[in-house]
């Protein structure tokens, strides 16, 4: 098993939008020129493409199933990233059934060729750049090991599973086969690095980067809020979150609109109340104890 380079452009190429028309159905596909002749689905039919072949032939057909993202990232939709303006123009997702949960895997390129990779979870993003290490862990430690020494560095092992791709869209500049399993584990190191590494029977790939907030993610797409309202995060925890999304209003309804007025009689009620009071103690925040008089609260 040796690393993956179908991932890693060794010689970054300009890159330029081109349209080409489907071979199933002739509708318009916008592909990136630059960035490998791997493949490509239509949106309107399916069908996935062979960017190597010189007539694009078709080479498959996606089944026609709602794999639509958590987060308001599309394909076509650019973000800043290391000074330089990327644009979205692949996705893959990958289902873990063991834990009943998947995630998104976004390609990213750069007019110069340059890539990145974001991963979203419906809880966390990763800004990953795929690198070949110049020694790379031998098999047994990747699936055991709870710490890795890549080039010399230390990385502590977070999670290792087993999962498959599921789906794709747009183009990518390798062959992708859905349902190839995948074994992958996430690390993390004492700078608050991370570290991905996929691997299959045949490939070994390593990829390194950070974590990014839904706020940062949001302002670097130029998005009002990267999740919309009500879409839950992942599957295990189904759509009763009890909390809010970034960027979302909480609602209250009936119930809480009374438990509110009940609260303001109250204190109405405690204010009236004090007036009488001379020498109280007041009970105030951080569990201090605080002496009033004169019906204020305690400061």
Same mark, same amino acid.
């Given at each position: 098993?040796?690393?993956?380079?179908?991932?890693?452009?060794?010689?970054?190429?300009?890159? $330029?939008?081109?349209?080409?028309?489907?071979?199933?159905?002739?509708?318009?596909?916008?592909? $990136?020129?630059?960035?490998?002749?791997?493949?490509?689905?239509?949106?309107?039919?399916?069908?996935?493409?062979?960017?190597?072949?010189?007539?694009?032939?078709?080479?498959?057909?996606?089944?026609?199933?709602?794999?639509?993202?958590?987060?308001?990232?599309?394909?076509?939709?650019?973000?800043?990233?290391?000074?330089?303006?990327?644009?979205?123009?692949?996705?893959?997702?990958?289902?873990?059934?063991?834990?009943?949960?998947?995630?998104?895997?976004?390609?990213?390129?750069?007019?110069?060729?340059?890539?990145?990779?974001?991963?979203?979870?419906?809880?966390?993003?990763?800004?990953?750049?795929?690198?070949?290490?110049?020694?790379?862990?031998?098999?047994?430690?990747?699936?055991?090991?709870?710490?890795?020494?890549?080039? =010399?560095?230390?990385?502590?092992?977070?999670?290792?599973?087993?999962?498959?791709?599921?789906?794709?869209?747009?183009?990518?500049?390798?062959?992708?086969?859905?349902?190839?399993?995948?074994?992958?584990?996430?690390?993390?190191?004492?700078?608050?690095?991370?570290?991905?590494?996929?691997?299959?029977?045949?490939?070994?790939?390593?990829?390194?980067?950070?974590?990014?907030?839904?706020?940062?993610?949001?302002?670097?797409?130029?998005?009002?809020?990267?999740?919309?309202?009500?879409?839950?995060?992942?599957?295990?925890?189904?759509?009763?979150?009890?909390?809010?999304?970034?960027?979302?209003?909480?609602?209250?309804?009936?119930?809480?609109?009374?438990? $509110?007025?009940?609260?303001?009689?109250?204190?109405?009620?405690?204010?009236?109340?004090?007036?009488?009071?001379?020498?109280?103690?007041?009970?105030?925040?951080?569990?201090?104890?605080?002496?009033?008089? =004169?019906?204020?609260?305690?400061?």
């Amino acid at each position: 098993m040796c690393p993956q380079r179908g991932r890693i452009m060794d010689n970054p190429q300009a890159v $330029a939008l081109q349209k080409i028309d489907c071979p199933g159905c002739g509708a318009a596909l916008d592909i $990136a020129s630059g960035v490998g002749r791997g493949q490509a689905s239509c949106r309107s039919c399916g069908g996935v493409i062979d960017l190597a072949s010189p007539d694009y032939r078709l080479i498959a057909q996606m089944v026609n199933e709602d794999f639509q993202p958590r987060s308001a990232i599309r394909l076509g939709l650019e973000a800043r990233f290391h000074g330089k303006i990327f644009r979205v123009i692949g996705r893959m997702r990958y289902h873990d059934s063991a834990a009943g949960w998947y995630w998104e895997e976004w390609f990213l390129v750069a007019n110069d060729g340059s890539i990145l990779y974001l991963e979203e979870d419906g809880r966390d993003f990763r800004l990953l750049t795929p690198f070949t290490p110049r020694e790379a862990p031998d098999k047994a430690s990747l699936e055991s090991s709870t710490e890795l020494f890549i080039d =010399g560095r230390p990385w502590y092992v977070r999670e290792r599973g087993n999962a498959v791709i599921s789906h794709f869209e747009g183009q990518l500049p390798w062959k992708v086969k859905i349902d190839t399993e995948v074994t992958f584990l996430d690390a993390g190191n004492a700078q608050g690095q991370r570290l991905s590494v996929e691997w299959t029977r045949r490939e070994l790939e390593f990829y390194s980067g950070e974590s990014l907030s839904h706020a940062t993610v949001a302002r670097r797409f130029g998005l009002s809020t990267i999740f919309p309202k009500g879409v839950p995060r992942s599957d295990d925890e189904g759509e009763d979150w009890g909390e809010t999304w970034e960027g979302d209003t909480p609602e209250f309804g009936a119930l809480g609109v009374g438990v $509110a007025i009940v609260i303001v009689i109250l204190l109405v009620f405690l204010a009236f109340a004090m007036d009488d009071c001379n020498g109280c103690v007041y009970i105030g925040g951080g569990g201090g104890h605080y002496p009033g008089g =004169g019906g204020g609260w305690g400061k």
